[in-house]
């Protein structure tokens, strides 16, 4: 049998009508322990497809129990809870991940907010000040040579499989950098990796080296390239940063 596949506008519409249940339904379990409830994601905006999830947002004024994935019409759903001082810290707090973090608020379709906290919290999002962008991104190069470090240590102990998954940790740290660095929220993580051509040869060497396979020294070669152009980058905008061996955590090889 064939399957038709699902439109975008009908899709967006049963898995909204799906949130939008489970909204009444956290109401009545929650009641006044419950602030805010509001989707997020695809679904959020309309741009969700076949096997798309449905990603909710609860904000409880006290963690009464994990919410688990279920399944809800043949659609999966998941749940990020967080307090309002979590929710706050997520929006207006420094963190790594700071673009990847307020992509999700900025799509965000509040469906249950009467204080009002999640049409704050989505106001700020739209506005990052550049400072923060800046402090994310040297928050962000610490965890990018972290991983730096392990690739090249797998680089040198001639193990190729781990290798390989250093190599993705590295280019994932790395890619983060690059759009904190150019103030760049993504409207979906789907295409992160996709919109890097747009960021010049450390774009296209990020994707190299994470689709690869390479040798091991194409691999040190790409790797020092990515470090090195993410700090050129990074002392460009004037961001403080400590004494990294641009060699690589073990030094050249």
Do not use: C
């Not at 774009?203 to 790409?222: K, N, Q």
């Amino acid at each position: 049998m064939t399957h038709a596949p699902v439109r975008g506008a009908m899709a967006s519409r049963t898995r909204l009508a799906i949130a939008r249940e489970l909204a009444r339904d956290i109401r009545a379990k929650e009641g006044g322990n419950l602030v805010a409830v509001g989707v997020y994601g695809s679904a959020a905006q309309g741009t969700d497809r076949r096997f798309s999830d449905v990603d909710m947002l609860v904000i409880v004024r006290r963690k009464r129990g994990r919410l688990r994935p279920q399944m809800r019409g043949g659609t999966l759903v998941t749940f990020l809870q967080l307090t309002p001082d979590e929710a706050r810290e997520e929006v207006l707090g420094t963190r790594a991940d700071l673009g990847e973090a307020l992509g999700g608020w900025r799509s965000l379709r509040i469906l249950d907010d009467p204080g009002r906290l999640l049409a704050r919290l989505r106001r700020h999002a739209h506005r990052p000040s550049p400072e923060r962008f800046r402090e994310a991104a040297r928050l962000g190069l610490l965890e990018t040579y972290e991983d730096y470090g392990k690739l090249r240590n797998a680089v040198a102990s001639g193990d190729r499989d781990e290798m390989r998954e250093m190599a993705i940790w590295f280019t994932g740290a790395a890619h983060r950098v690059v759009f904190d660095l150019a103030r760049e929220v993504l409207s979906t993580g789907r295409r992160a990796f996709i919109e890097l051509k747009r960021h010049g040869a450390l774009g296209r060497d990020i994707r190299a080296l994470r689709y690869g396979p390479h040798t091991s020294a194409e691999t040190v070669r790409l790797a020092d390239r990515i470090w090195k152009g993410l700090l050129a980058r990074a002392r460009r905008q004037g961001i403080p940063l400590p004494e990294f061996d641009e060699g690589g955590p073990a030094g050249r090889l």
